[in-house]
């Protein structure tokens, strides 16, 4: 995680994540990325609207009935650059490249 978010650390602020032991190392996260780091309570899942909203979209391209071992790099790459050019209501409809561009800063590019 620290890894894909370094190019970003500046504009990454806060992290909120669910309570798996995937992020059991969440001070150590916090600390590199010079970012709080917050828990979201279980089962609620509007606290984390970004990344439910997120999901569904995914979804559209990696249906849940979908072995993903199956998932080529070549089609994980089109989908994070169609997700990245999709306006969204949200950013006054523009595109998280677009919001990411003002700054300097491009996803995925």
């Given at each position: 995680m620290v890894e894909l978010l370094k190019?970003?650390?500046?504009?990454?602020?806060?992290?909120?994540?669910?309570?798996?032991r995937e992020f059991a190392g969440h001070e150590a996260i916090s600390k590199q990325l010079k970012a709080n780091f917050y828990f979201a309570h279980p089962y609620a899942s509007w606290e984390r609207g970004t990344?439910?909203?997120?999901?569904?979209l995914i979804r559209q391209y990696f249906p849940k009935d979908l072995d993903f071992t199956t998932i080529t790099q070549q089609e994980i790459d089109?989908?994070?650059?169609?997700?990245?050019n999709r306006p969204r209501k949200r950013l006054g409809y523009q595109t998280p490249n677009q919001v990411f561009l003002k700054s300097g800063v491009a996803l995925h590019t």
């Open positions: 190019p970003y650390r500046k504009k990454v602020h806060t992290i909120t994540s669910d309570n798996g990344n439910e909203n997120t999901n569904g089109m989908a994070m650059e169609r997700l990245d």
